[in-house]
């Protein structure tokens, strides 16, 4: 999916740049150095998905999950640094207004370069939700922001062919780079989070503990049982979740074992793609690092 990203940016740099050339522009102009930013970066996505889908090593145990983080962070950078050029250019040409010529041809073009982002960024979306991707996902959102930016331009654009405004040109110019500002502050402050272990979306975590619940209520052995300390985070496309099961301190290991694995196929089947861990304690027994938690509060 990334590869055909990559071709279709590059399609679409042709594109507007041939837009930005025949029609000079401003706002064509931004459009076109966006598209760059979607070149560079969903290289750089498909690097890390590629490291991403390694299998656990000896460096690194517990996978290479986060690597999508980089992407989206590296992205966000990247649009930041579009944004700036596309912003100090507006302003110059904002200072020196200049005509624009041969509209239909540049703003034809740029139609067609948005067609096809339009379609990938869906394409992108349907990947993302179907392998949990936050690489595959920002750079869908990247390219739907960059349909809009487009139809933002091509209104201004056809304002400045009705109206003689020439200012209007690098205005919307502007507009275009405090726009991509803000999505990519967005992709930046997600990346952040999930390389910090941000937890599970609630409703997930609704699940979980509705599948607990019903867990307790359908065992014949449930209400011998008590499930706490449930905590949850994200690494990537991998899901995780620890909690506590105690359970009557004269059960056998066997027969505790046995019921520990019935409630970690409950909880992944409530999450599709959750990994669990689950640490078995004696009814009345809290572990070590709750009580040294509690006793530190």
């Given at each position: 999916?990334?590869?055909?990203?990559?071709?279709?940016?590059?399609?679409?740099?042709?594109?507007?740049?041939?837009?930005?050339?025949?029609?000079?522009?401003?706002?064509?102009i931004s459009d076109a150095l966006e598209s760059f930013v979607?070149?560079?970066?969903?290289?750089?996505?498909?690097?890390?998905?590629?490291?991403?889908?390694?299998?656990?090593?000896?460096?690194?145990?517990?996978?290479?999950?986060?690597?999508?983080?980089?992407?989206?962070?590296?992205?966000?950078?990247?649009?930041?640094?579009?944004?700036?050029?596309?912003?100090?250019?507006?302003?110059?040409?904002?200072?020196?207004?200049?005509?624009?010529?041969?509209?239909?041809?540049?703003?034809?073009?740029?139609?067609?370069?948005?067609?096809?982002?339009?379609?990938?960024?869906?394409?992108?979306?349907?990947?993302?939700?179907?392998?949990?991707?936050?690489?595959?996902?920002?750079?869908?959102?990247h390219l739907m922001t960059d349909v809009w930016t487009s139809?933002?331009?091509?209104?201004?654009?056809?304002?400045?062919?009705?109206?003689?405004?020439?200012?209007?040109?690098?205005?919307?110019?502007?507009?275009?780079?405090?726009?991509?500002?803000?999505?990519?502050?967005?992709?930046?402050?997600?990346?952040?989070?999930?390389?910090?272990?941000?937890?599970?979306?609630?409703?997930?975590?609704?699940?979980?503990?509705?599948?607990?619940?019903?867990?307790?209520?359908?065992?014949?052995?449930?209400?011998?049982?008590?499930?706490?300390?449930?905590?949850?985070?994200?690494?990537?496309?991998?899901?995780?979740?620890?909690?506590?099961?105690?359970?009557?301190?004269?059960?056998?290991?066997?027969?505790?074992?046995?019921?520990?694995?019935?409630?970690?196929?409950?909880?992944?089947?409530?999450?599709?793609?959750?990994?669990?861990?689950?640490?078995?304690?004696?009814?009345?027994?809290?572990?070590?690092?709750?009580?040294?938690?509690?006793?530190?509060?």
């Amino acid at each position: 999916m990334l590869r055909l990203s990559i071709a279709v940016a590059v399609i679409t740099i042709v594109l507007k740049g041939l837009a930005a050339y025949v029609t000079n522009s401003m706002g064509l102009i931004s459009d076109a150095l966006e598209s760059f930013v979607n070149l560079a970066s969903a290289s750089f996505a498909l690097g890390m998905v590629t490291i991403a889908a390694r299998p656990p090593d000896e460096g690194h145990p517990y996978g290479h999950h986060k690597a999508e983080y980089f992407s989206s962070g590296f992205e966000g950078v990247l649009i930041f640094g579009a944004a700036a050029a596309i912003i100090w250019f507006g302003v110059l040409r904002l200072m020196n207004p200049q005509p624009l010529e041969q509209l239909g041809w540049g703003m034809g073009l740029s139609v067609l370069s948005s067609g096809f982002n339009a379609v990938l960024a869906l394409m992108l979306f349907r990947a993302a939700a179907a392998h949990r991707s936050i690489a595959l996902e920002a750079d869908g959102r990247h390219l739907m922001t960059d349909v809009w930016t487009s139809a933002g331009v091509l209104v201004a654009v056809a304002a400045v062919a009705l109206t003689g405004w020439l200012w209007l040109d690098p205005a919307i110019a502007i507009v275009v780079g405090l726009n991509i500002v803000r999505e990519g502050f967005k992709l930046v402050w997600r990346s952040s989070q999930g390389l910090m272990d941000e937890a599970l979306e609630p409703e997930s975590i609704e699940a979980l503990l509705a599948a607990l619940e019903r867990f307790r209520s359908a065992t014949p052995e449930g209400e011998r049982v008590r499930f706490d300390d449930v905590v949850t985070r994200r690494a990537g496309q991998r899901l995780f979740a620890d909690l506590h099961m105690h359970v009557p301190g004269d059960w056998t290991l066997q027969r505790a074992a046995g019921l520990r694995d019935g409630v970690e196929q409950a909880l992944m089947d409530a999450v599709p793609g959750l990994r669990v861990t689950i640490q078995l304690l004696p009814l009345g027994m809290e572990a070590r690092a709750v009580l040294l938690e509690k006793e530190g509060a």
